[in-house]
């Protein structure tokens, strides 16, 4: 029997169950099941208008037990969600037993009736009755009479939802090592995350809840100076259908055991967005080391009042090239608040073999009283003038003897000076050989790499290196145990690495850019230190870089005049034409912006 000759009352049970999205699909067909599915269709447009992208504001309630009632009277509401912002969602303050016994009532089918409960249920008495009561109390994980952990409703709807493309959570809503903490995996919110995890990344179950989930998006209510938890999100970056984050005012500071819940994370990411945020070199790891699909990253470095302070740029370049070198396509890297005990970033970025936009600010290269503005320094910190001097380079630049001292001085180019700029580089060569101030490179490619990973994770000897791992390649062993291939992050053979005396490498665009490049800005305080750092990186630039960088077609500089409270840097004009005049006659940018 065909579809059309089903009498109408079986196909208005047809009908109903293609909703909510399949009903559209269904009255396309043809006219005769457009007439027939036409009754359905006011409901299906009145639900669809109320429900598909969700927010508190707008409706009558703003607790999620008074969401999740809602749902209970008509379950079909959860499938028609699909942007969900549950942000501007409020706890009770005052809860009487009157009140949860009402509530307990109106939730009792829909929460007793969960099969994902039901499994989890499983040798667990009253685990049911347990999760009615704390979502019809529905106070914060912290409050008095709180569960300590977190909340119930936020993850018991998340079982609901079987067609939500994009989330937003909101801020404290469960405790931030809920997910990270091995101890925590028998905790019921855990249990049930895990569970509708792994069913969601399982491709032979259909119409799983979080199956379609592929956005994270912003929390907007957060507190600024303190930042919200990113721990709170790794379920859901650990789901396969996963493709962006976006997250602002985060931190990211936990010590992740290898053995926590959720461990696999950005699988399938494509895109990730950090803005005002905090991560540890640390922390990168868990975050990008499995993310072999993610094409765009764009971070936002600021500390926060307590946290932050000492950011390791180049660990987390590290961590962040050896889950990406092969994939990562575009990479912006800025800092609003920056502390000047930042480790600055010295690896080479030649191993990311598909970049092909970069935006870099200077203050992960030298940092300093810049990167928070002259008035902002810390106990025994040095003054601008003296940063800058401090960081004279060993020897020579390659281009002439550099004493910045805070006042312009002419330097010679060696890229435009002949015979002169080769004599002149032969005999700083023999200097620096002498004083032994500064060394080549004459270690084998294990040692060189060694130096480079300064982190406290002990690269291993070949001879301990397990027999299921490719031999002839470097591999680092981490403070859990688990081992992975360390990118050796090295300059341009060619050429002859330099050291500032503090014995950073001096960061120069055509020993660490990769080829794949097209488009390069770099973000630079109007300071004197980070001017210097500017200079510093064009060195012998016109000469290489159609050899170097062939695909480089777009450079913008950015000068910053203004600090992160928006505050004019001290001697900001100088710095700017110091930068105009350094470019004025060479043809390097494509465009020099001042804001």
């Known amino acids: 029997m065909g579809l059309l000759e089903l009498p109408l009352e079986l196909f208005e049970m047809v009908a109903k169950h293609t909703m909510p999205y399949g009903i559209e699909t269904l009255a396309l067909t043809c006219k005769q099941l457009q007439q027939w599915a036409e009754p359905l269709l006011p409901k299906h447009n009145h639900l669809r208008k109320k429900w598909r992208n969700f927010s508190f504001s707008g409706h009558e309630f703003n607790t999620i037990s008074e969401l999740l009632a809602e749902i209970a009277t008509e379950p079909i509401i959860a499938a028609y969600m699909v942007h969900v912002d549950l942000d501007g969602r409020e706890c009770r303050r005052e809860v009487d037993d009157d009140c949860i016994e009402m509530m307990s009532n109106k939730l009792s089918a829909l929460v007793l009736g969960s099969p994902y409960l039901a499994i989890l249920s499983d040798g667990y008495e009253r685990l049911d009755t347990l999760w ?16 300590e952990k977190a909340e119930f409703g936020i993850p018991f709807l998340m079982s609901l939802l079987v067609n939500v493309e994009s989330l937003i959570l909101p801020d404290n809503w469960c405790k931030e090592s809920l997910f990270t903490d091995p101890e925590s995996a028998t905790h019921p919110v855990t249990a049930l995350m895990q569970l509708l995890v792994m069913r969601a990344n399982d491709a032979s179950l259909k119409s799983q809840p979080l199956q379609r989930l592929r956005a994270i998006l912003p929390t907007k209510d957060v507190d600024e100076q303190h930042g919200t938890d990113i721990e709170r999100l790794f379920p859901l970056l650990a789901l396969d259908s996963m493709r962006e984050l976006s997250h602002s005012y985060g931190v990211c500071m936990m ?3 290898i053995n926590a819940p959720f461990t696999t994370l950005c ?76 480790d600055c970033l010295d690896r080479s970025l030649r191993d990311f073999t598909r970049l092909k936009y970069l935006k870099l600010s200077t203050v992960f290269l030298v940092n300093g009283a810049g990167a928070m503005g002259p008035d902002y320094r810390g106990d025994g910190s040095e003054t601008e ?95 859990d145990g688990e081992m992975a291939l360390l990118l050796c992050g090295e300059y341009h053979p060619d050429d002859d690495t330099k050291e ?14 990769p080829e794949s490049l097209e488009t390069l800005v770099i973000d630079t305080p109007a300071a004197p ?30 000068v910053l005049t203004r600090d992160f409270w928006g505050h004019k840097l001290e001697g900001c004009d100088e710095q700017v034409q110091r930068l105009r005049d350094f470019f004025a006659d060479k043809h390097i940018l494509t465009e020099f912006a001042v804001f």
């Open 267 to 342: 699988r399938n990411v494509e895109t990730i967005k950090l803005e005002d945020y905090v991560v540890d070199g640390q922390c990168a790891r868990f975050l990008f080391k499995n993310a072999r699909k993610l094409r765009v990253l764009e971070m936002d470095y600021s500390m926060k009042d307590e946290t932050g302070y000492q950011f390791d740029a180049n660990r987390f370049m590290e961590h962040l090239m050896t889950g990406t070198s092969k994939n990562l396509e575009a990479l912006t890297l800025t800092g609003q608040r920056v502390f000047p005990d930042t």
């Open 529 to 558: 230190r980070n001017s210097a750092c500017v200079e510093r990186m064009f060195w012998r630039f016109e000469e290489l870089r159609a050899e170097r960088l062939p695909n480089l077609a777009r450079i913008t500089v950015r």
């Open 132 to 147: 009615l009561r704390e979502i019809a109390r529905d106070v914060e994980y912290r409050d008095a009479g709180g569960d």
């Open 385 to 479: 003038q003296e940063e800058e001097s401090d960081e004279e380079v060993n020897g020579s630049d390659g281009e002439g003897d550099e004493h910045y001292d805070g006042e312009d001085e002419e330097q010679e180019d060696e890229g435009d000076d002949g015979e002169d700029g080769e004599n002149s580089d032969e005999q700083n060569d023999d200097e620096q050989n002498d004083d032994g101030e500064e060394q080549e490179a004459e270690e084998d490619d294990k040692g060189d790499v060694a130096s480079r990973h300064d982190g406290e994770d002990q690269v291993v000897d070949d001879y301990d290196i397990p027999s299921e791992f490719p031999p002839g390649k470097t591999w680092v062993r981490y403070d």
């Open 255 to 257: 010590d992740q055991s």
């Open 500 to 513: 500032y005396t503090n014995g950073r490498t001096v960061w120069r665009l055509v020993s660490v850019l």
